[in-house]
T-cell receptor, first 113, second 116 residues
Framework: AQTVTQSQPEMSVQEAETVTLSCTYDTSENNYYLFWYKQPPSRQMILVIRQEAYKQQNATENRFSVNFQKAAKSFSLKISDSQLGDTAMYFCAALNYGQNFVFGPGTRLSVLP | KAGVTQTPRYLIKTRGQQVTLSCSPISGHRSVSWYQQTPGQGLQFLFEYFSETQRNKGNFPGRFSGRQFSNSRSEMNVSTLELGDSALYLC???????????????FGQGTRLTVV
């Protein structure tokens, strides 16, 4: 069975600084996707970034980038120039072909002014 | 374009009762997935519907069921409610379903169910 682990239950960062959230996963599949979702207090899950496992190049979306280490099954999220609006729960998720999301337990990120 | 709409936003039910939650996907989307979110278990997949057919099912008891209508709207039903069913229930819609995996899943704001 696929599992996703996030070892940091809570993190904080000063506004404008950089923070990295960790995620490891376990899968026996070769074809899968990895995601980071953000859940602000409004509760709505918002896609931050995604990575196709067959692509070696790390995905980037503006201030958000990932460090995808396939052999180590690691998928960390780096947030640069942190903003107050980045305060939220962040969930790492994996998706195998033909199956459905498996989410990690989440990391609560607080951006401090 | 309207987002994913879940109704009601909040619900309080008594043990033993049943409840029906509704999810209206983004217009044109044919796939709806349901997830249960609790502090203890995190986010867990319930089931996915695509074109009125259940495609995948998570590891939940038979008290949890769902269906999808021809307009892609989906309902989730929980019978004989237990205290442990208290959770945030999220649905997500996507254009082609997880089988394609090349489309984004858009989540609704969820229904907060409290069982007393």
């Amino acid at each position: 069975a696929q599992t996703v682990t996030q070892s940091q239950p809570e993190m904080s960062v000063q506004e404008a600084e950089t923070v990295t959230l960790s995620c490891t996963y376990d899968t026996s599949e070769n074809n899968y996707y990895l995601f980071w979702y953000k859940q602000p207090p409004s509760r709505q899950m918002i896609l931050v970034i995604r990575q196709e496992a067959y692509k070696q190049q790390n995905a980037t979306e503006n201030r958000f980038s990932v460090n995808f280490q396939k052999a180590a099954k690691s998928f960390s999220l780096k947030i640069s120039d942190s903003q107050l609006g980045d305060t939220a729960m962040y969930f790492c998720a994996a998706l195998n072909y033909g199956q459905n999301f498996v989410f990690g337990p989440g990391t609560r990120l607080s951006v401090l002014p | 374009k309207a987002g994913v709409t879940q109704t009601p936003r909040y619900l309080i039910k008594t043990r033993g009762q049943q409840v029906t939650l509704s999810c209206s996907p983004i217009s044109g989307h044919r796939s709806v997935s349901w997830y249960q979110q609790t502090p203890g278990q995190g986010l867990q997949f319930l089931f996915e519907y695509f074109s009125e057919t259940q495609r995948n099912k998570g590891n939940f008891p038979g008290r949890f069921s769902g269906r999808q209508f021809s307009n892609s709207r989906s309902e989730m039903n929980v019978s004989t409610l237990e205290l442990g069913d208290s959770a945030l229930y999220l649905c997500a819609s996507s254009a082609t379903g997880t089988i394609a995996m090349n489309t984004e899943a858009f989540f609704g704001q969820g229904t907060r169910l409290t069982v007393v």
